[in-house]
């Protein structure tokens, strides 16, 4: 069983920027597929960007180039660097790590943007 903690939302205006971090609890962290997603009231929870073991990152389209997913394997931490963030960023934000069929995740963390 991995845990998986949250932390770093919070209240921001427009335009503003957070940095989500993720911390887990696995000594074989370095070797798992990470996501971070989102899921605002009344809508699906969808993937906002992901990191594989060696580092290839993908994004929604609505993020690119305002977010930045990254790792620190020696910490056990991924990360979420918001910027530019818009009202419609509004969402609670949750990690995922996958690997091997199993997957995990944290219990998330509320980003609200709003001025």
């Known amino acids: 069983q991995v845990q998986l903690v949250e932390s770093g939302g919070g209240l921001v205006q427009p335009g503003g920027s957070l940095r989500l971090s993720c911390a887990a609890s696995?000594?074989?962290?370095?070797?798992?597929?990470l996501g971070w997603y989102r899921q605002a009231p009344g809508k699906e929870r969808e993937l906002v960007a992901r990191?594989?073991?060696?580092?290839?990152?993908n994004y929604v389209d609505s993020v690119k180039g305002r977010f930045t997913i990254s790792r620190d394997n020696a910490k056990k931490t991924v990360y979420l660097q918001m910027n530019s963030l818009k009202p419609e960023d509004t969402a609670a934000y949750y990690c995922?790590?996958?690997?091997?069929?199993?997957?995990?995740w944290g219990q998330g963390t509320q980003v609200t943007v709003s001025s």
């Open positions: 995922k790590a996958d690997r091997g069929g199993f997957n995990y």
């Open positions: 696995t000594d074989f962290f370095r070797l798992y597929y």
């Open positions: 990191i594989s073991s060696s580092g290839t990152t």
